[in-house]
């Protein structure tokens, strides 16, 4: 069974940073793109960032760049989004997909999804 299991999320003061984690368990996914999406309460789901399965190619979304980093661990199973200088418009679930593809993750139409975790940015 493919799971993939976000943590990291929580409540942390405007300014600050938080590391979340997507664990990919049930194949392997050294071959997969992966990366993140976020959905804040009453808007619709938007793409954060994506990263290939070497890791060598990365993308963001503008409102982020700078800010987050997305990266890979050594065995390819895990994605991880480092969120500095966050934001209170930055509140949301965050969601990781996989997909073969980092067009069909950046798309929101990744094969894999996870069911997300709640970060939250106070002013």
């Known amino acids: 069974q493919v799971q993939l299991v976000e943590s990291g999320g929580g409540l942390v003061q405007a300014g600050g940073s938080l590391r979340l984690s997507c664990a990919a368990s049930g194949r392997t996914f050294s071959s997969y793109a992966m990366g993140w999406f976020r959905q804040a309460p009453g808007k619709g789901r938007e793409f954060v960032a994506a990263i290939s399965w070497s890791g060598g190619g990365t993308y963001y979304a503008d409102s982020v760049k700078g800010r987050f980093t997305i990266s890979r661990g050594g065995a390819k199973n895990t994605v991880y989004l480092q969120m500095n200088s966050l934001k209170p418009e930055d509140t949301a679930v965050y969601y990781c997909?996989?997909?073969?593809?980092?067009?069909?993750?950046?798309?929101?139409?990744?094969?894999?999804w996870g069911q997300g975790t709640q970060v939250t940015v106070s002013s």
């Open positions: 997909a996989a997909d073969l593809t980092p067009r069909a993750v950046v798309g929101g139409t990744g094969d894999y």
